[in-house]
């Protein structure tokens, strides 16, 4: 099994900033994609706040674009969201996800979550 755990999560002023960091652990032979998503409170949905490929390559959401920053160290299976300029707008479970092929002897993909870090902020 693969287990992708969030930290940095907190509690912060309105134009401060957090990093977040998500580590891929377990039966993991490579990672393709991993990006980060969040669930607001009252909304219906998470939404996709950033992801990276492999090679680099980012897409951000419009209202993160130039306040978020999305990487990863391959070598540490390990995907950050820095986040900068925070609004209270931001607040939400942020959720790491990662696309992820467990066995050298497939080379299928299969989709895992983590469990969520509390973003706060406060105005």
């Known amino acids: 099994q693969v287990q992708l755990v969030e930290s940095g999560g907190g509690l912060v002023q309105a134009g401060g900033s957090l990093r977040l960091s998500c580590a891929a652990s377990?039966?993991?032979?490579?990672?393709?994609?991993m990006g980060w998503y969040r669930q607001a409170p009252g909304k219906p949905r998470r939404e996709l706040v950033a992801?990276?490929?492999?090679?680099?390559?980012?897409n951000y959401a419009d209202s993160v674009k130039g306040r978020f920053t999305i990487s990863r160290d391959n070598a540490k299976n390990t995907v950050y969201l820095q986040m900068n300029s925070l609004k209270p707008e931001d607040t939400a479970v942020y959720v790491c996800?990662?696309?992820?092929?467990?066995?050298?002897?497939?080379?299928?993909?299969?989709?895992?979550w983590g469990q969520g870090t509390q973003v706060t902020v406060s105005s």
């Open positions: 992801t990276i490929s492999r090679g680099g390559s980012t």
């Open positions: 996800n990662a696309e992820v092929r467990t066995t050298i002897l497939s080379n299928n993909m299969a989709t895992y």
């Open positions: 377990g039966r993991i032979f490579s990672i393709n994609a």
